[in-house]
């Protein structure tokens, strides 16, 4: 698909026109990746950050969120509750905390392939390239790392860089790809300064890095960000701007399903946030095909505070479970079984002899 023709779907309004999009998306997604709709447990470890991303409440600098790092025992009883729930991957997910060592990270990897037969997703910002080594050696399947947004000015402005280096998301997302992670990334929809150009091309991108998870959600302001606080002044002139609403996400995860047929793709909880009742179906319904229950520890639910009114803070793990498998069933799909990883009919772009 043209660039020109992302872009005028991302603007496309008529009803009539979307339900052909839901219906191709939701097609080729029957067609390549099944009716199966993966669940993947989500844990967040930890929500210290060295960070000061514009966008996110667990920037540094908000010093109103109590902070939190999991033990390693707390993190394994999360592992042990995703085997009893029949979920096949356990993703950590957390703030660039420091404290979150290459040995104990390793140590807990290990230790989760040794004893539960989960696969092993991490999401735990830009880490060196040593720290990513260790952990795909001591078996960790998946990276998720969003690039946010393909325009390298936004992505500056509101991404700062730590003191010694630039950040480079694409590159380390190269880098996982060739330590063997199966690689996952996305972006926010409605930053403050995307435009309709910008978004097609991100969705272009996720073509191009060949991603075998691609994640979106909206942009939900935070009033301890600066984008939260000041985001109107930022907006990209009217006409141009994404709007940061539930349609954009369905496109975008529409097109997104078009452009990567084989690309395991969440209904988020962000989506979720935006629209309890319906959010996740309709986004399962329009190209998606993983849901993410959370199995944080409901005491530390609400310090893991990104955005503000995040969907589901309250359920414990086992009325998540059950609230998602019924929802599930709900719109005519299964549970699915097993790890759910990418099931790859080419080889990974670039790797072609
Ligand atoms: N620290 C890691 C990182 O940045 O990749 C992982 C955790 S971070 C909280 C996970 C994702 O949350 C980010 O990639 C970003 O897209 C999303 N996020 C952060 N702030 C957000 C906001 N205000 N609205 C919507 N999504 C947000
Ligand atoms: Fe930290 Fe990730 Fe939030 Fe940025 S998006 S402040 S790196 S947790």
């Not at 999009?21 to 009716?35: M, N, P």
């Not at 447990?41 to 960070?51: F, K, P, Y």
């Not at 409440?57 to 109590?66: E, I, K, P």
């Not at 060739?178 to 435009?195: K, N, R, W």
Request: charged content about 25%; glycine content about 10%.
């Amino acid at each position: 698909m043209e660039l020109r023709e992302i872009e005028a779907w991302l603007r496309e309004e008529r009803e009539e026109e979307l339900a052909r999009l839901w219906e191709r998306a939701d097609e080729i997604r029957r067609q390549s990746v099944g009716e199966e709709v993966h669940l993947r447990g989500l844990v967040e470890i930890s929500n210290r950050c060295r960070r000061e991303c514009h966008y996110c409440g667990l920037r540094a600098g908000n010093r109103q969120l109590s902070r939190y790092r999991m033990t390693a025992e707390e993190i394994m009883s999360c592992a042990a509750e995703a085997v009893a729930y029949g979920y096949g991957t356990v993703v950590m997910q957390a703030g660039e905390d420091e404290g979150i060592t290459r040995d104990w990270m390793a140590g807990i990897i290990r230790q989760i392939r040794r004893e539960t037969p989960l696969a092993v997703t991490l999401s735990l910002g830009e880490r060196a390239d040593e720290d990513l080594k260790a952990w795909r050696e001591a078996g960790a399947d998946r990276y998720l790392l969003r690039f946010e947004t393909s325009n390298r000015a936004l992505f500056e402005q509101i991404h700062p860089p730590l003191a010694d280096r630039r950040s480079d998301r694409l590159a380390i997302l190269r880098k996982l790809a060739a330590l063997g992670y199966e690689i996952g990334s996305g972006v926010m929809i409605g930053i403050p300064g995307q435009t309709y150009g910008d978004l097609a091309r991100d969705i272009a991108l996720f073509q191009e890095l060949d991603l075998d998870m691609i994640g979106v959600g909206p942009f939900i302001a935070h009033p301890g960000t600066p984008l939260g606080q000041d985001g109107a002044k930022f907006c990209a002139p009217s006409g141009e701007q994404v709007p940061a609403t539930e349609l954009m996400t369905y496109k975008t995860i529409a097109l997104s399903r078009l452009l990567c047929p084989e690309a395991n793709i969440p209904s988020t909880t962000a989506l979720a946030t935006l629209n309890l009742a319906q959010g996740r179906e309709l986004g399962l319904s329009r190209g998606a095909n993983i849901v993410m229950p959370n199995l944080t520890p409901v005491a530390y639910r609400a310090d893991y505070e990104i955005y503000p009114a995040k969907a589901c803070i309250r359920e414990t793990a086992a009325e998540c479970r059950s609230c998602l498998g019924s929802r599930i069933l709900s719109i005519g799909r299964t549970v699915g079984k097993g790890q759910g990883g990418r099931r790859r009919t080419l080889p990974r772009r670039g790797t072609h002899s």
